[in-house]
C-alpha cells in the first residue's frame, strides 16, 4: 500500500508507517512513555527525512498525550499549577528551539545534529536506566533491598530565589525552576520531535522533587501544551509536518498502545524497564554508527 507524502516528497508503504506508530504505541502501553524518543529514529532509519520525521512525530505526541491527560486528570493526579509554569517555558522553549531549527537548516547541518542529540540523549538515558534497573535485579535476587532515595529537590533548585508553594506537589520552590525545565523540554522538542517525558518525569522527581502521584500526569499536560506549540511552529517557520505521515503514525499508536497496556499488567516493571534500556541503547548506536557510514552517493562541489 504505497503512500505519497507530499512534504517528505516520497512515497513509503502506509502499511509500514502505520507499523512504526505502532511498536511506539506498545512501548508507550508498556513502559508508560510517550514513544516519541524511537518514533523519530525508526523513520530516520527506514528513509524519511530528518527534519519532517521530527517535525510529524511532534504533532503525533499531541493526539497521543490527551487520553493520558484526561485519565490522570479525573484520578487528581495533575498539579496544574507546577504544569502551567511548565507550559510556559515549554512554549518559550519552542520560540528558541524554532531560531535554533531554521538557523541550522540554513547552515545545511539541521539533519546532523538531530542524529547527534539523539545519540547522546539516547545513550546517556539508556545509560542510567540499564545501570538502575540491573541494581534492582541484582537486589530482588540477593534479597537484599535497594535504599529508597529520600525525596528533596537538588541543591541548585532551593538556591534560587522567589518561592512558590505548590501544595499538590508539596512543595515550597523557586518557579524559575520548573520554567527553566519546561523551556529546555520545549527546545528539545522543536529541535528532535520528542514529547520528553522520558527527560521530564525524572527530572521532576530527582531535580524538582515533586511527589511521585502527580509527576507522569503533570509531565502529559506539560507535553500536551508543549507539543502543540511545537506543531504550530513548525506549521508557520519551518513548515516540515507532514499531516499525512502523522495520521498514519498516529492510527498506529492508538491501536498499538491498548496492546501494549494489556501486556505491561502480566510483565514484571524492573525487567521491562531493563527492556526498554536495551531498546533506547541499540537505537543510539544504530543513530551513532549511521554518522559514520560512508553514503552510497558521494556528491563534490566543483566551480564551473
Known amino acids: 500500500m504505497d503512500v505519497y507524502l507530499p512534504i517528505a ?4 508503504n502506509g502499511l509500514i508507517i502505520i ?41 503525533q505526541v499531541t493526539g497521543a498525550s490527551v ?6 486528570s479525573r484520578r487528581g493526579g495533575v498539579d496544574y499549577q507546577i504544569g502551567s509554569v511548565m507550559v510556559a517555558g515549554g512554549i518559550l522553549g519552542t520560540g528558541i528551539g524554532a531560531v535554533l531549527f531554521n538557523l541550522l537548516e540554513k547552515l545545511g547541518q539541521i ?4 542524529n547527534i542529540l539523539y545519540v547522546l540523549l539516547l545513550g546517556s538515558i539508556g545509560s542510567l536506566m540499564a545501570k538502575e534497573s540491573i541494581q534492582s535485579i541484582r537486589a530482588e535476587r540477593s534479597g537484599v533491598p535497594v535504599a529508597a532515595r529520600k525525596r ?17 506537589s508539596g512543595l515550597y520552590i523557586s518557579p524559575l525552576a520548573p520554567l527553566i525545565l519546561g523551556m529546555c523540554t520545549g527546545i528539545l522538542t522543536m529541535l528532535m520531535g520528542i514529547g520528553g517525558g522520558f527527560i521530564l518525569v525524572p527530572a521532576m522527581l530527582y531535580i524538582l522533587g515533586m511527589s511521585a502521584n502527580v509527576v507522569v500526569g503533570t509531565s502529559l499536560w506539560q507535553i500536551l501544551f508543549t507539543t502543540m506549540a511545537t506543531t504550530m511552529m513548525h506549521a508557520l517557520t519551518t513548515h516540515a509536518i507532514d499531516i499525512v505521515l502523522a495520521t498514519m503514525l498516529l ?30 541503547l541499540l537505537v ?19 566551480p564551473l
Not at 28 to 52: A, D, K, R
Not at 67 to 72: C, D, Q, R, Y
Not at 111 to 114: F, L, Y
Open 19 to 59: 507499523g512504526l506508530g505502532a511498536i511506539t504505541g506498545v512501548l508507550s502501553g508498556i513502559f508508560g512513555v510517550g514513544g516519541g524518543f524511537l518514533t523519530t529514529p525508526l523513520m530516520i532509519f527506514y528513509g524519511i527525512p530528518p527534519t519532517v520525521a521530527a517535525a510529524s512525530a511532534a504533532s
Open 9 to 12: 516528497n516520497l512515497s513509503v
Open 67 to 72: 487520553s493520558g491527560v484526561f485519565a490522570h
Open 152 to 168: 528533596r529537590h537538588h541543591p541548585m533548585v532551593a538556591s534560587l530565589p522567589m518561592r512558590w508553594r505548590f501544595y499538590r
Open 284 to 302: 543510539a548506536a544504530r543513530m551513532a554508527l549511521g554518522l559514520g557510514y560512508r553514503p552510497d552517493e558521494i556528491f563534490t562541489m566543483a
Open 251 to 280: 492510527l498506529g499508536s492508538v491501536t498499538g498502545a491498548q496492546i501494549g497496556a494489556m501486556f505491561s499488567q502480566k510483565a514484571n516493571p524492573v525487567k521491562l524497564r531493563l527492556l526498554l534500556a536495551t531498546i533506547v
Open 111 to 114: 539533519d546532523t545534529v538531530i
